[in-house]
């Protein structure tokens, strides 16, 4: 049982050095003669032009553009990786699972293998040293050993995510008790994430619920406009070119912790009165702040008011995107 230092209170209290074990991370490999070629079929990005060692953002849609799933794609030495959480990942599956059976491919749950964590600042990644030969060179690229891979992010800034097989993960965290850095709970990735402007699928009622363009993927390199056909690129490609897509992903912060955030509701102000201000896509409550990463009209500007149903003394802070929309 790992021994999970305390949530800083605010998000510019996180050590520059830090690891967050991540239990809900769920990856499945796609194999095969046609593993590329299948993807292509389903994913948002075009899987043929991804180079070796590589990782991409994407989506898997539905036929009306509503999205199963969030991911990362790996472009691994022998099979193509998927990771997200595990609903999404779940949900991804049983859909991908109905396709494959006319492919030459092989879909399998990689999730038991492995150990998953988001390791942070050049002391921890130093700990990595005896489980690969050099960690990747650029912003999502991967390395992979025979502990397991790691991919260097784009968002969060300075992060790693490491996938190590089941017998070189407890080695790895006795070396981070024994470097005294700290190791903090899944919480801390998620408001990690949502202070970046990253969106996740995290919950059943979230599943074909959001267009990509909702959350912001098209800023994140996660949609590719000009490859051939996939579920939802019909829908995917109008929201696009006939400016049809009304919402976006926005960042916004509270000033206390709010316990009851599972239950909250986005308010806007209209005049005198509040209404509904959107959807709540990511939360995460630190000591003393609470994040959110919600979905919004795409022309909301900072002077509008938003509060929560459960917090509505205190007006919440727009936060800046670290990316273009």
Not at 71 to 98: F, H, I, M, P, R
Not at 122 to 137: I, R, S, V, Y
Not at 280 to 297: D, H, M, Y
Request: with cysteine; net charge negative; proline share 5%.
């Amino acid at each position: 049982m790992h021994a999970y230092s305390p949530l800083p209170p605010k998000m510019d209290a996180f050590p520059d050095n830090l690891v967050v074990a991540l239990p809900s991370m769920a990856c499945v490999s796609v194999s095969g003669d046609d593993a590329k070629t299948f993807l292509h079929s389903q994913l948002t990005i075009d899987i043929n032009k991804m180079a070796d060692a590589t990782v991409r953002r994407s989506a898997h849609c539905d036929f009306k553009g509503k999205s199963w799933s969030v991911s990362l794609v790996a472009n691994g030495a022998s099979a193509l990786y998927l990771l997200a959480g595990n609903t999404a990942v779940d949900a991804s599956v049983e859909q991908l699972k109905k396709y494959a059976v006319f492919s030459k491919i092989e879909i399998t749950s990689e999730t038991e293998n492995f150990d998953f964590y988001l390791l942070k600042g050049k002391q921890t990644t130093a700990l990595l040293e005896g489980n690969f030969a050099a960690l990747p060179d650029s912003p999502m690229a991967m390395v992979e050993s025979d502990s397991g891979f790691c991919i260097t992010l784009d968002y969060p800034a300075d992060t790693v995510l490491l996938a190590l097989k089941k017998n070189a993960s407890p080695p790895f965290a006795q070396a981070v008790s024994d470097a005294e850095l700290p190791l903090f709970e899944e919480t801390a990735a998620t408001a990690l994430d949502i202070a970046s402007g990253i969106p996740a699928l995290t919950s059943e009622e979230q599943i074909n619920q959001y267009v990509p363009q909702m959350m912001n993927l098209q800023a994140l390199d996660a949609i590719d406009f000009n490859k051939g056909c996939y579920m939802g690129q019909e829908v995917v490609a109008r929201t696009r070119y006939l400016g049809r897509n009304k919402r976006a992903a926005m960042i916004f912060k509270l000033p206390e912790a709010c316990e009851d955030i599972a239950t909250a509701k986005l308010e806007k102000q209209a005049g005198e009165h509040w209404r509904s201000g959107g959807t709540i896509l990511r939360a995460a409550v630190l000591g003393k702040e609470t994040w959110l990463l919600a979905v919004v009209n795409n022309d909301t500007t900072p002077e509008d008011s938003f509060r929560l149903s459960t917090n509505p003394a205190l007006e919440l802070i727009h936060c800046d995107l670290p990316y273009t929309l």
